[in-house]
């Protein structure tokens, strides 16, 4: 039986602040664990989405895909996500918006309730460490995404991404 909430991360620790999306995932999993709720989430970690990916989403309530991005207002941004009917479909690094296509195109469901946690990264050289803001941004984003964890719920999650057109500043956590 799959968990009700599947975190998504995606990124490359060898591409400078690429890594923002794999160390988050790793800091939420180790607070779930330490607060003794881990069956009810599932955690996986990806270079890119491909196709295959949309397995995954199969049978949960809630999907969290976790990234950084460059044109990301800082320090993150929190949406949610729909299908792009115009997304370009290829065997390998599909955006969010089109494995949420595929998913639908290959199970003739709706898919589950799917949103983004994206982390505004500085620089993406092969062979960088993340820059001292991703770091900061890193931090912040880990306190927010464990508010999400808190209450993983679809109506909680929209309201905290309808805040501010989608954009939530650390300083808005309690709205």
Request: glycine fraction near 8%; hydrophobic fraction near 40%; include cysteine.
């Amino acid at each position: 039986m799959a968990a009700p909430v599947l975190l998504v991360a995606v990124g490359n620790e060898s591409r400078g602040d690429d890594a923002l999306g794999p160390l988050l995932l790793r800091g939420l999993g180790a607070w779930l664990t330490a607060s003794g709720r881990p069956e009810y989430f599932e955690l996986l970690e990806e270079f890119q989405l491909q196709i295959e990916n949309a397995i995954d989403l199969q049978h949960r309530q809630l999907v969290l895909f976790i990234d950084a991005g460059m044109d990301t207002p800082a320090p993150y941004s929190f949406y949610r996500l729909q299908p792009d009917e115009d997304a370009s479909l290829y065997s390998h690094a599909l955006s969010p918006q089109a494995l949420l296509k595929v998913y639908q195109q290959l199970y003739q469901t709706p898919s589950p309730a799917v949103f983004v946690l994206c982390v505004r990264g500085e620089r993406y050289e092969l062979g960088e460490g993340l820059t001292p803001l991703a770091t900061e941004r890193l931090g912040n984003a880990l306190d927010f995404g464990k508010q999400l964890l808190v209450e993983p719920e679809i109506n909680a999650w929209n309201q905290l991404s309808e805040a501010h057109d989608g954009i939530v500043l650390p300083n808005d956590l309690s709205a």
